[in-house]
């Protein structure tokens, strides 16, 4: 400090800078508080944006469980009726084949005698075996339900039930059993217990969670958790909490939907809490996150804001600093300006106050506490001082032109402290000049950000990670693609062969068996092309070469090859499409688009409807096509969700095949020939696909 006291400032400066100060702090107050409101105004909405979202989590959660428990009691209502019909083997065999989220069935009679087991190989079935629903916690009495028969019990640390429970004990598999009684409905009957696979009743439970924090369970109506996001990640033992508490519980009755402070047993602190109850079921999907999950979430979307709230002292410092050095050159400080420089000393700016040779005069406090180099150490020497190696010679080139010509240079410098430690600053640098001409003095601000490049490198570190897992997943699907499709093409061709045998024909079972071989594998293969066209187009490997196509011939070739599905049917597929319309397009890809809208218009038609094809030039160049069908319709709830990939909007337990990415590689197939697609549609009417397609090539009149 010795080198800036004993100098003298006019009256007029002395109230000139008073001035200048009062409205420094009177616009940085303002600021501050500006920031503090928007900050608080954002935690409420960030507050109000969590329940929402809880909310919102719960709800789709709950619809995923119901239709999967639909999809179980529709299963088990099967086996109820092959066991009353005495057709019992076979279609449990059917059933456990295409239920993937069914380990096991067991039949059982009203005393608990099992009758039938899928689990059977694992044990002796010539002894005498019997199932204690009791113990499962599915037996009728003191269960609530909704009207319904089927009861869901505990979690059970054990592959199986019953005699073969003893099987793959020592293994992490745990079960959730499920069963369908049968004397619900009046008199005797048997009872149908199934083993779950409780992931399966959880496929977005994990999800559910607010920014990987917080808590999502599937409860009873009374409250008891039995399965939890917790469960997922650690076994049987997280699920052995004993229920929410009963304040959250006894609100299912009240309404099936909510959002209340609370929280459950395993984070004892406030929060938000949402739950869905099953319109069907009595079960209930509970979120929960706390007060520290939202406050996270607030802090991470708000760091822009807190950052500039943090920076406002910092800039306060350097607009002092550069009045003071100014005042420093001219006059000589008095005590106002002295004043003054214990503001800048005690700044948290680290600031450095050179000779126009580089020598240094001057450093404040914060200089000392960020690089361990007390003002004795620091006076005298130049900032090559704190030179770490890792700034190139054109920064600090670039740096010195700028400054020594009269300009401010902003950037980001990394230094070395007195320990070794590496340091990251922002730094401001710039000339002072007292008399005018060149520069007097040079001026230093710098505020540390070395957590903050530290969090920029783990970003970048993940940005690169997750780029490098989205090439592995489009190779491993063209991969597995090409695989399968090799196998399944001599499957099908050998299926052929059987199938045009003359000589020693099939009887007509085998000729049902082998047409069941042969449909199912057209359809996988089908699904394994179509997944090799997502992964190419994920990819970015698709090979366009557009021509110019005349979109009648093209129509009517789509139209033969659809109208032996549409005639079986008996659904009319007309055409409406003017001779002279051109399009410029590739001719396969193109062709690819329109069956697929065709396929989908046939397939989801009424029987004896009717699919009309137009087509018309638009506006902008484009020529539009048309697919009009009269089925069903899509519901407005689940129209934002056509084209996403894997979606078959409810569609999945039909008789009807498919896989849920027609769509979504039409809309990608159009994109990249520079055209799109949409819809309309309304339920009982029917929709209206239409692709907009280039009528001529870019760039021509």
């Given at each position: ?18 001035r200048i ?19 608080w ?144 409905r ?40 039995i ?7 650690g ?101 106002g300006v ?81 320990g ?24 230093a ?54 199938a ?58 789509c ?37 697929n ?21 638009g ?57 799109s ?23 021509t009149?």
């Amino acid at each position: 400090m010795s080198n800036i006291e004993g100098l003298v400032v006019p009256g007029a400066l002395r109230k000139t800078t008073a001035r200048i100060l009062f409205g420094a702090v009177a616009v940085i107050a303002m600021m501050v508080l500006v920031s503090a409101i928007v900050l608080w105004n954002s935690h409420d909405q960030m507050h109000e944006a969590v329940s929402h979202r809880l909310q919102t989590a719960a709800t789709y959660n709950e619809q995923s469980l119901t239709r999967t428990l639909e999809s179980i009691d529709g299963a088990l209502e099967r086996v109820s009726i092959g066991a009353r019909d005495g057709n019992l083997e076979k279609t449990l065999d059917d059933v456990l084949r295409f239920s993937p989220h069914l380990r096991q069935i067991l039949v059982i009679d009203d005393k608990g005698r099992i009758v039938a087991d899928t689990a059977k190989t694992f044990y002796d079935a010539e002894a005498t075996n019997a199932v204690d629903l009791e113990d499962l916690g599915i037996a009728k009495t003191g269960m609530k339900s909704l009207g319904s028969r089927m009861r869901i019990g505990k979690g059970i640390a054990k592959r199986f039930i019953g005699p073969a429970s003893g099987v793959g004990v020592s293994s992490p598999h745990w079960l959730l059993p499920i069963a369908l009684l049968g004397n619900e409905r009046g008199g005797p009957g048997v009872h149908v217990v199934a083993a779950i696979n409780p992931t399966a009743l959880t496929p977005n439970l994990d999800a559910a969670v607010f920014r990987d924090h917080g808590e999502a369970a599937i409860t009873l109506l009374d409250g008891s958790i039995i399965l939890s996001n917790a469960a997922l990640q650690g076994g049987l033992s997280a699920i052995r909490t004993p229920r929410v508490p009963a304040e959250i519980s006894a609100r299912y009755f009240a309404s099936e939907a909510g959002v209340l402070a609370g929280t459950l047993p395993q984070k004892p602190s406030l929060g938000l809490i949402a739950y869905q109850v099953s319109p069907v079921y009595p079960i209930a999907v509970v979120v929960a996150a706390t007060d520290q999950d939202i406050f996270d979430g607030w802090a991470a979307d708000n760091l822009a804001l807190l950052l500039i709230a943090i920076s406002i002292p910092f800039v306060s410092a350097a607009l002092i600093a550069v009045f003071g050095i100014q005042a420093i050159q001219k006059l000589r400080l008095d005590e106002g300006v002295r004043a003054l420089s214990r503001v800048v000393e005690q700044s948290p700016a680290s600031l450095i106050i050179t000779d126009p040779t580089g020598k240094i005069l001057y450093v404040n406090a914060a200089f000392t506490n960020l690089f361990g180099y007390e003002p004795g150490d620091a006076i005298g020497q130049t900032p090559r001082l704190l030179k770490s190696g890792g700034v190139g010679v054109d920064t600090y080139n670039e740096l010195w032109q700028t400054i020594k010509q009269g300009g401010v240079w902003h950037g980001e410098l990394v230094n070395k402290s007195k320990g070794g430690a590496l340091k990251w600053v922002d730094a401001i640098v710039f000339g002072v000049s007292v008399h005018g001409g060149g520069p007097d003095f040079f001026a230093a601000i710098e505020t540390d950000i070395t957590l903050k490049k530290e969090y920029e490198e783990r970003l970048i570190r993940e940005k690169m990670r997750a780029e490098a897992a989205n090439i592995a997943k489009m190779q491993f699907l063209s991969s597995m693609s090409h695989e399968l499709r090799t196998p399944l093409n001599a499957i099908l061709g050998f299926g052929q062969v059987l199938a045009a045998k003359q000589k020693d024909p099939l009887s007509k079972g085998q000729r049902e068996g082998l047409d069941m071989i042969l449909k199912n594998g057209e359809h996988l293969l089908d699904l394994v092309n179509e997944v090799l066209d997502l992964a190419q187009i994920d990819a970015g490997n698709v090979e366009l070469a557009p021509k110019r196509l005349n979109v009648t011939e093209l129509l009517t070739g789509c139209q033969s090859i659809m109208g032996p599905q549409a005639g079986g049917r008996d659904i009319a597929l007309t055409l409406n499409v003017p001779a002279e319309l051109e399009v410029w397009a590739d001719p396969p890809r193109l062709r690819q688009v329109i069956l697929n809208l065709l396929s989908n218009a046939v397939k989801y038609n009424r029987a004896h409807g009717e699919v009309h094809v137009g087509a018309q030039a638009g506006a902008n160049g484009m020529v539009r096509i048309s697919v009009r069908d009269t089925g069903a319709g899509i519901p407005p709830e689940l129209q934002d969700m056509v084209f996403e990939p894997f979606n078959r909007l409810g569609k999945e337990n039909s008789n009807v095949q498919g896989t849920g990415i027609g769509l979504n590689i039409c809309r990608d197939l159009i994109t990249a020939m520079g055209g799109s697609i949409d819809f309309e549609s309304g339920v009982g009417v029917g929709s209206t696909f239409w692709i907009d397609v280039p009528a001529r090539e870019p760039g021509t009149p």
